[in-house]
């Protein structure tokens, strides 16, 4: 057993010019650590253009929500700027100098106490009644909206999966996951369920969060006002790869919109024939033990797992892994050499015979994975 030194006996005594300047690096050095804390507090968010903001919204339910939260942090600031200020400068003006005696003693203000009860309860009553009012216009979308799309969401550690049962008004069926398409201007009405734990769903820009739970169904809408991408981000800490379980809206056209629904599925080499890499490519993804026993390819006889995302238009998606790699041949082969290495914890890794390797890489050549890369690419 090691002994620890023993310590240097402190002299109280003596307020040394060592001591002073001691003090002094200390109070710099807590003065920096808030001075960081502030500016970091601050740029949090600050950046419009950023992947992940509650800054800025796009569409009407975001919009709603930021009004809320913007008015009751506001309203807060300017309570706690009065409330601490008078406080402050009570206490500076009226502290106690050398020599005074005790203050007038004074008990008790009618008016005062009347004051400071009447105005927080006038502002918690309208805020509160203001939030809740909120709360039952945001529940639904509204009645004169209409061709509302509807989407069954699926939490899974760690990815998202999206079923349109009537993508186009014809009853087409669209089984996604990590990218939800939607048209603008229309409500999207989410029914929200988990495969296993509590996730939440949270595109900040445009709807707050909502948790997604086993065994029950819950729902929120959401609008995109504006074309483009709003990222998304599961908002509970669901295990190992929760902060790596993200996602995208893509806000399309109408037309755009219904073109991804009429090119969704179209089978591999039906548009344009596979080329000889993605066809061997495909040999392997249907030999026993890699890829289809949990992915689905629609068209692809066989390919009917569903324990992973259905890989149906994988192709024109912009990202995967659960939205965190942008889809190019030098990450998707990152990821199937060794998935572990880039979304730690993640069921593939675990579970598919061809990663049950030593060091965890693919039990397959470069060349091999060249051909599934090529044939992952060729997905529609
Ligand atoms: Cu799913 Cu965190």
């Known amino acids: 057993m090691r002994l620890a030194p023993p310590r240097t006996r402190i002299n109280s005594n003596k307020t040394t010019a060592e001591g002073k300047s001691g003090m002094r690096k200390i109070r710099v050095s807590h003065i920096s650590i808030l001075v960081l804390l502030v500016v970091g507090l601050l740029s949090v968010g600050c950046d419009y253009n950023s992947h992940m903001t509650t800054w800025g919204t796009a569409g009407p339910v975001a919009a709603k929500q930021a009004l809320l939260f913007n008015v009751l942090l506001w309203v807060m600031v300017v309570v706690f700027v009065l409330v601490e200020g008078a406080l402050l400068y009570a206490a500076i003006k009226f502290r106690r100098k050398p020599g005074d005696g005790l203050p007038k003693q004074v008990h008790g203000n009618t008016p005062l106490e009347i004051t400071w009860t009447v105005i927080p309860t006038i502002l918690i009553l309208a805020l509160g009644i203001w939030s809740v009012f909120t709360l039952f216009e945001l529940k639904d979308p509204p009645a004169t909206a209409d061709g509302a799309l509807e989407v069954t969401v699926t939490g899974h550690q760690w990815w998202w999966e999206f079923e349109y049962q009537d993508a186009d008004g014809s009853g087409r069926f669209i089984n996604t996951s990590n990218e939800l398409i939607v048209p603008v201007g229309r409500p999207v009405n989410l029914l929200l369920n988990s495969d296993d734990v509590i996730h939440s769903f949270w595109v900040p820009k445009l709807a707050g969060k909502v948790d997604v739970v086993p065994t029950r169904n819950t729902r929120m809408w959401f609008q995109g006002d504006e074309i483009g991408s709003f990222y998304g981000q599961c908002a509970e800490f669901c295990g190992t790869a929760h902060a790596l379980m993200k996602f995208q809206v893509h806000v399309l056209s109408e037309a ?57 238009g994988l192709g024109n998606k912009q990202t995967f892994a659960s939205g965190i790699m942008d889809l190019n041949r030098e990450n998707l082969r990152r990821w199937l050499k060794n998935p572990n290495d880039v979304k730690p914890g993640n069921r593939m890794s675990e579970q598919a015979p061809v990663y049950q390797t030593p060091d965890g890489n693919i039990n397959l050549t470069e060349k091999e994975v060249s051909a599934l890369i090529e044939y992952l690419l060729s997905l529609k």
């Open 256 to 312: 755009d919109y219904m073109n991804w629904v009429a090119s969704y599925g179209q089978p591999p080499g039906t548009v344009e024939a596979l080329t000889g890499t993605a066809r061997k490519g495909q040999e392997i993804f249907m030999s026993n033990g890699a890829c289809l026993a949990c992915h689905t390819i629609e068209g692809v006889p066989g390919a009917m797992g569903v324990l992973g995302p259905n890989l149906t």
